[in-house]
């Protein structure tokens, strides 16, 4: 008897521990953001709605009491996101990039209904600053990958095409990720 709830507890822990592996790898990515109107106020009950520009696919996210909207598993793709609420024009975001895995925040703020104000944001491939996370990672796509030099073709050696990769090795070393640090971000004035 002891025997069995013994295995029967083993089994249940790795379970869960291969499960929580299983979710590491993120595919989606969330947009999330504070809706505020010209002074800043917080509005709360905002809907937001987020199209996918490619596939037309649409989900609608509405603010809490904080302001706050969040719009999570969202497939990597370009979006546009409305913001509509009762007595305030709408404000409208296009070209939003969304890579997997990212969280990326876009704060709106409403202007009052009447006020003649034509405002165009578009996200392009500018770089985004995240500040909702920690993580370093980057995507890399298909061209890259064929078309880098890659020392022997190892998939291993895609870690370094992300900012900042350096390695610490020399002829000898075996360049694997224990041997990977990050340079610390510096800015020129060239």
């Known amino acids: 008897m002891t025997f069995t709830k013994l295995t029967l507890s083993l089994s249940l822990i ?33 809907t937001v709605k987020i ?24 497939s990597a793709s370009t979006y546009s996101v409305t913001a509509t609420a009762a007595g305030l024009e709408p404000a409208a975001y296009k070209d939003i990039n969304l890579a997997v895995g990212q969280e990326r925040t876009l704060n709106i703020a409403l202007q009052a209904a009447g006020v003649t104000t034509s405002i165009t944001v578009s996200g392009g491939d500018l770089a985004v600053v995240e500040t ?15 078309e880098m030099p890659i020392n022997g073709r190892q998939i291993s050696q895609l870690y370094l095409l992300t900012n900042r990769a350096a390695t610490n090795c020399t002829a000898a070393c075996s360049n694997t990720f224990a041997t990977t640090r990050w340079m610390p971000a510096t800015t020129s004035m060239a």
């Open 51 to 74: 199209v996918n520009q490619k596939t037309g696919a649409a989900r609608e996210a509405v603010s809490n009491t904080s302001g706050i909207y969040f719009a999570p598993g969202l």
């Open 14 to 46: 790795t379970g869960l521990a291969f499960t929580q592996l299983a979710f590491a790898q993120v595919d989606q990515a969330r947009l999330t953001g504070t809706v505020s109107d010209a002074s800043g106020a917080i509005l709360p009950n905002v």
């Open 132 to 146: 909702s996370s920690a993580t370093v990672g980057a995507n890399v796509n298909a061209r890259e990958v064929a």
